[in-house]
């Protein structure tokens, strides 16, 4: 899925993260998951210390960092879909 409508001559995109693929990246703090907008690949990274804010005493450690992306998924997805503009930008950081 790429666009829904219009809406007021503006065209409205669509994040569809269809791999439950992530990873975590132990030099920038965060988790990175990709999503698409048609055939164009979106980067997200969601830093740690946001899953922090989320889970009070997450530890620093790469599976307990996934496992709270795990737990946060959903809320992660809301976060991307509102951020995510359709354009030439390709990489987001959710903080």
């Known amino acids: 899925m790429a ?7 503006k065209l409205i995109a669509v994040l ?4 439950p693929s992530r ?24 830093d740690d210390a946001m899953l922090r804010n989320l889970q009070p005493g997450l530890g620093t450690d790469e599976r307990s960092v996934l496992g709270a992306f795990d737990e946060f998924r959903e809320k992660v997805l809301e976060i991307a879909n ?14």
């Open 3 to 9: 666009l829904l409508g219009r809406v007021r001559e």
């Open 16 to 19: 569809n993260v269809p791999n």
């Open 23 to 46: 990873s975590y990246d132990a030099s920038r703090h965060c988790v990175c998951f990709w999503g698409y907008d048609n055939s164009r690949e979106i980067t997200f990274m969601v």
């Open 82 to 95: 509102k951020q995510y503009v359709a354009g030439p930008q390709n990489r987001y950081s959710i903080s």
